[in-house]
């Protein structure tokens, strides 16, 4: 290890917080960490790269939050109270000065994020090469309360978090394809304000932790929504061997993206543009209310689009009965 190595790890380590179950942190060949008795751990790891999650242009600050952003809703999605994370990072050499530039702007948006939810980063790895982040999250959850894909049922009423379809807007307005295959309009009285709300859903998602906690024991399943709500949609569905009907004028929808799109186009943003890192879950009628107040308490938006069905697929239904086919389903990193 260089000493250029030594001297990054060392920054990182100055500013990363801890925790009191954290028995031995940054700075040995791995972490020494005591889980609670009588909890399973919920583990997930995203990765990001540039010039496929992040421009050029993409603030190290924003990089950093969406980093650690995207694991913690991964975790909201299981119900998981997040705890620890590790952090690999992938830097051009580009010089020592614009390196820590680049790390300490990152630190901004990753810690503040961290701290928001009490993550303490506790180890990981540096090295030199593309601009790569890759995160890893651990968190806690009690045995049986987790949710999963796999427990949707016939007859669930399907639900999600916040609004959709601002961060695809985002990217349209930015001309990334295939989201800028539509016009995109600004009719509000204040366009520049609601493109900024577009971009800040873009570049600095909100993982639902909260509302995933609130969660337990009320929802039968769930996933976060990142590449689409009709392929993620589609993931619990294959999972539990159902299937779904949208009902695509019940989407919540914010101003920000009603004064942009309307129509198909906004359906398209809102059904497959992916990035919204919202929840989507499944409920029983009975326990309507229960969810209303739970996220109530916890300040989350939150709309009931649907209902899990016996027939295979997800289908999308209008407000005049008729069906509606989307141009495709959601991002596929392979496709």
């Not at 028995?23 to 020494?32: F, K, P, R």
């Not at 009709?230 to 569905?237: I, M, P, R, S, T």
Request: glycine share 12%; charged share 20%.
């Amino acid at each position: 290890m260089s000493a250029a190595e030594f001297d990054l790890i060392a920054r990182i380590r100055a500013r990363a917080a801890t925790r009191g179950d954290v028995v031995l942190g940054i700075g040995d060949d791995a972490a020494l960490l005591q889980p609670p008795p009588g909890r399973q751990l919920a583990v997930a790891t995203d990765t990001l790269n540039r010039g496929v999650h992040f421009g050029d242009d993409a603030a190290a600050a924003d990089i950093g939050w969406k980093a650690l952003a995207v694991n913690l809703s991964d975790l909201a999605a299981m119900g998981a109270e997040p705890a620890w994370c590790t952090l690999s990072l992938s830097l051009p050499d580009e010089g020592g000065e614009s390196r820590q530039t680049f790390v300490d702007g990152f630190l901004d948006g990753f810690l503040e994020l961290a701290a928001q939810h009490r993550v303490a980063l506790v180890g990981g790895d540096t090295t030199r090469g593309p601009l790569s982040v890759c995160v890893t999250v651990i968190g806690f959850v009690e045995p049986g309360w987790a949710l999963r894909r796999d427990a949707a049922q016939v007859g669930d009423e399907i639900w999600v978090t916040g609004t959709l379809g601002d961060a695809a807007a985002a990217l349209a307005l930015a001309g990334v394809a295939p989201y800028c295959d539509h016009e995109v309009r600004n009719n509000s009285g204040d366009a520049q304000t609601d493109a900024a709300r577009l971009f800040e859903r873009l570049h600095r998602p909100t993982p639902r932790v909260v509302a995933g906690r609130a969660l337990r024991g009320l929802a039968r399943a769930g996933i976060d929504i990142s590449d689409g709500l009709l392929a993620d949609l589609g993931h619990v569905c294959a999972a539990s061997n159902v299937g779904a009907c949208i009902e695509a004028g019940q989407l919540p929808t914010s101003h920000a993206l009603a004064a942009a799109r309307d129509g198909d186009s906004r359906r398209v943003l809102q059904l497959t543009g992916g990035d919204d890192y919202e929840l989507c879950f499944t409920v029983a009628p009975r326990q309507r209310a229960s969810v209303l107040q739970a996220l109530s308490a916890s300040g989350t938006l939150v709309q009931m689009i649907g209902h899990i069905e016996a027939q295979p697929g997800v289908r999308v239904r209008l407000p005049d009965g008729s069906a509606w086919t989307p141009p495709r389903n959601g991002y596929q990193h392979f496709g």
